[in-house]
């Protein structure tokens, strides 16, 4: 759908604006807020230190009380994840000449890569640094193995088509499911508003290379 990179485009700009620190003075400063007993808050630790989790009735400032562990694990784990949808969608180009296919490989590419900067951008105002490979749980969440990856990089024509479409839709099923956990669990803003754009965003990808597969 022509209409969708505007939109995931708009997204990812209102994303970083929500990440973005607030430049308030000490005077306009919300009270403390308090950690509950429910999902895990994470509390940024230094430069360079990891976070830690907050501790039931521990004051916290609303940058550190926004953010449960279940917001952490979805963006290190969807970074890696779309890193390699990314790296799979490069591999379009110079494999396959159905234009079909090497729309989808484009359009995968241009908005998964924005996402993945909204999601380092947030980890990195946490004090975490963001996954550095694509290579966490290998075939967990639809992630492709590395026998896969090579099967991929060695086809050509319809033999890549079918190859790139199938291993797509199932890492797209896997982003759907990484989405859904952190829209019953997450807390902070950005991070759902990222999980609910994955839902609707990689469902009707995944209607579309349907179609295409069929057709290969």
Do not use: K
């Not at 990179?5 to 005077?27: G, H, K, N």
């Not at 296919?101 to 380092?120: F, L, S, Y």
């Not at 991929?152 to 088509?161: I, K, N, Q, T, Y």
């Amino acid at each position: 759908m022509s209409g969708r990179r505007p939109v995931r485009a708009a997204f990812v700009t209102v994303a970083l604006a929500m990440i973005a620190p607030a430049a308030c003075s000490s005077a306009e400063r919300p009270a403390p807020l308090v950690a509950g007993s429910g999902a895990p808050v994470v509390v940024p630790g230094a430069p360079g230190e990891p976070g830690r989790t907050a501790e039931p009735g521990q004051r916290l400032g609303e940058s550190q009380a926004r953010a449960a562990a279940q917001d952490v694990r979805f963006a290190e784990a969807m970074i890696p994840h779309h890193r390699q949808a990314i790296e799979m969608a490069g591999l379009a180009a110079a494999r396959t000449d159905d234009p079909s296919v090497t729309a989808m490989a484009g359009r995968i590419a241009t908005g998964q890569g924005p996402e993945v900067t909204v999601m380092t951008s947030w980890l990195e105002a946490l004090g975490r640094p963001a996954p550095e490979a694509h290579d966490h749980m290998p075939g967990g969440y639809g992630m492709a193995t590395p026998d896969e990856l090579n099967r991929l990089r060695e086809a050509r024509g319809s033999d890549f088509d079918r190859l790139f479409l199938s291993l797509m839709i199932r890492h797209h099923e896997g982003a759907l499911r990484m989405a859904g956990e952190e829209l019953r669990a997450g807390r902070d803003r950005a991070m759902l508003a990222m999980a609910q754009d994955v839902m609707s965003g990689q469902q009707v990808e995944i209607t579309r290379m349907r179609r295409i597969l069929d057709g290969v």
